[in-house]
């Protein structure tokens, strides 16, 4: 069951690629923007799209846990 959710600021994405690179399994380029490939994740895909949020340069992708908690 996904637990996670996904928030992206598609308007502040610079396209830098960070995101596609650092967990390709679930953040892809789209366009000159990134686009998660999914918006609602498990415990095991956390990790991965973790690093993607801290490696934004522009704090652009948040995760909040199921509570609408926001990890980052
Ligand atoms: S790391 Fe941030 S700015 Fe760079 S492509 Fe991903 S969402 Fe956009």
Redesign the pocket.
């Known amino acids: 069951m996904p637990k996670y959710k996904i928030v ?1 600021d598609k308007e502040g ?8 690179a650092n967990c390709s399994a679930n ?1 892809e ?1 789209k366009g000159g ?2 686009s998660p490939k999914k918006k609602e994740i498990t415990d095991k895909e956390l990790d991965c799209n973790m690093n ?1 949020a801290q ?4 704090n ?2 948040h995760i909040k846990d199921e509570k609408g908690k926001q990890l980052i």
């Open positions: 992206h994405c610079i396209g830098c690629g960070a995101c596609a953040w380029m923007k990134s993607a490696g934004c340069p522009v652009v992708i």
